[in-house]
């Protein structure tokens, strides 16, 4: 299997802590996405970091890569309640980049 | 991004039965179309890619004559499942690719299949 993991598999923080995830993958990759999902609810394209990228942020999320080691992190700072969601990194295979390969998912919750 | 809807939300059929989920690109032409099958807190597998016009490609492991996937138009692609088994019972997600080389996808709500 091409799949990938994440962990924490599950993180509970107070709101207004900032929350880390992070992710492995096991082959080259075109580039890298994260995901939001809320309970039985489709997904939410949160970011996309390119193979060449190293680090990139997007309001409260900064995301990392390190092709070296095949990982990302994600990171939401000032976590708000809403932010309870699951998150998937995907990432976009070298060959036959259209494709995305989902990790195991971190299921967030933020305590109010 | 794009809009995309499922339909239905979620079916309850009988064991041998076949049901189809509609999956529609409501303001973007899609070429091309994915389907995921997700079982309850694990994460999305891809089932099959969808072409306008042409035959699906599918993953690896996934019944071609069980999963019928028809993409006759840009703005739809229907998955019928076949002899639906309770072990079918899943989250079926369909998700459109964005504009030619961009790689991110647009997903639909999802459609929760229960087989009895």
């Known amino acids: 299997s091409q799949q990938g993991e994440e962990d924490p598999q599950a993180l509970s923080i107070q709101e207004g802590e900032n929350a880390t995830m992070n992710c492995s993958y096991k082959?080259?990759?075109?580039?890298l996405q994260w995901y939001r999902q809320n309970s039985g609810r489709g997904l939410v394209h949160l970011i996309l970091i390119r193979s060449n990228e190293r680090e990139k942020h997007s309001g409260r999320l900064r995301v990392t890569l390190d092709t070296s080691k095949k990982s990302s992190s994600l990171l939401i700072t000032a976590s708000r309640a809403a932010d309870t969601a699951s998150y998937f990194c995907?990432?976009?295979?070298?060959?036959?980049?259209?494709?995305?390969?989902f990790g195991q998912g971190t299921r967030l919750t933020i305590n109010p | 991004g794009a809009v995309v809807s499922q339909h239905p939300s979620w079916v309850i059929c009988k064991s041998g039965t076949s049901v189809k989920i509609e999956c529609r690109s409501l303001?973007?032409?899609?070429?091309?179309m994915f389907w995921y099958r997700q079982f309850p807190k694990q994460s999305l597998m891809l089932m099959a890619t969808?072409?306008?016009?042409?035959?699906?490609?599918?993953e690896q492991g996934v019944e071609k004559d069980k999963f019928l996937i028809n993409h006759a138009s840009l703005t739809l692609s229907t998955l019928t499942v076949t002899s639906a088994h309770p072990e079918d019972s899943s989250f079926y997600i369909c998700?459109?690719?964005?504009?030619?080389?961009?790689?991110?996808?647009?997903f639909g709500p999802g459609t929760r299949l229960t087989v009895t």
């Open positions: 995907a990432n976009s295979l070298l060959q036959g980049a259209q494709k995305l390969v």
């Open positions: 303001d973007f032409q899609a070429t091309t």
């Open positions: 998700s459109v690719k964005g504009l030619a080389g961009r790689y991110e996808q647009y």
């Open positions: 082959t080259s990759i075109n580039n």
């Open positions: 969808s072409n306008e016009g042409s035959k699906a490609t599918y």
